[in-house]
């Protein structure tokens, strides 16, 4: 028993309490790259929009911005309650399908007080088929500083884990890519950024076994 309790006090004597809010911080570090590495694809491969001043006068402009930054904020809650070992981030899925709700609410509401034959600029715009791949381009730095983050953490649901930083990642990209991006249609935003932000939450999930298993 004398050796039993000899080992477990050289196992303990080197532990040092946990800094507050350490995984906050962890996170920041990680993250912070990644974003500016987002915004700088964006703005080097695509540039900012040509009529910027103008538009961010308009309402759309800001739904279209605001929708993933707000995303994007819930999903680093959730990051850092999936960090820690049987963390279920209820209240982040919960808050990301009610903002998706207020969002597609507001794209009926736009094509409500439009035209039919306005309806496929709304809808489709001018790029649908290029917007979710920049928004996944520009969600990659992000992505990968995540995955880094998370593999410094202790998460005990890989692909939960994998999921929600994915689609965090997805809605940063998502963000940055709405300072370029000409589409002023509200149903467009919630079709296509939704859909570029959910396959980066499905990449996530499915590359969680390989890049973050202990």
Same mark, same amino acid.
């Given at each position: 028993?004398?050796? /039993? ?18 995984? &906050? ?15 700088? @694809?964006?703005?080097?491969? &695509?540039?900012?929009?040509?009529? +910027? ?8 402009? *800001? ?22 070992? #049987?963390?279920? =981030?209820?209240? /982040?899925?919960?808050? *990301?399908? %009610?903002?998706?709700?207020? !969002? ?7 094509? #409500? ?6 309806? =496929? ?7 649908? *088929? ?9 969600? !990659? ?14 998460? /005990?649901?890989? $692909?939960?884990?994998? @999921?929600? %930083?994915?689609?965090?990642?997805? %809605?940063?990209?998502? *963000? /940055? ?24 939450? +499905?990449?996530?999930?499915? +590359?969680?076994? $390989? @890049?973050?298993?202990?």
């Amino acid at each position: 028993m004398a050796k /039993t309790d000899d080992m477990i006090d050289r196992l303990v004597d080197d532990l040092r309490p946990v800094p507050p809010r350490a995984l &906050h911080r962890l996170l920041a570090t990680a993250m912070l790259p990644g974003l500016l590495l987002s915004g700088l @694809f964006i703005f080097s491969l &695509h540039g900012p929009r040509p009529d +910027l001043v103008s538009a961010m006068a308009t309402f759309a402009f *800001w739904v279209k911005s605001f929708y993933p930054l707000i995303l994007a904020l819930i999903g680093i809650s959730g990051l850092i309650v999936v960090a820690r070992p #049987g963390g279920l =981030p209820r209240r /982040t899925c919960f808050l *990301w399908l %009610a903002i998706y709700l207020v !969002l597609v609410g507001l794209g009926l509401w736009q094509l #409500g007080a439009a035209s039919a034959a306005e309806y =496929p600029q709304l809808i489709f715009g001018f790029s649908w *088929w290029i917007c979710p791949f920049l928004i996944m381009g520009s969600a !990659l730095p992000v992505f990968v500083a995540n995955f880094l983050f998370l593999r410094r953490a202790a998460p /005990t649901n890989i $692909r939960l884990a994998g @999921f929600v %930083a994915g689609l965090t990642a997805g %809605a940063v990209g998502a *963000w /940055t890519y709405s300072w370029g991006c000409i589409e002023s249609g509200l149903p467009f935003v919630a079709l296509w950024y939704t859909f570029g932000i959910a396959f980066c939450g +499905l990449a996530g999930a499915l +590359l969680a076994r $390989r @890049f973050l298993s202990w």
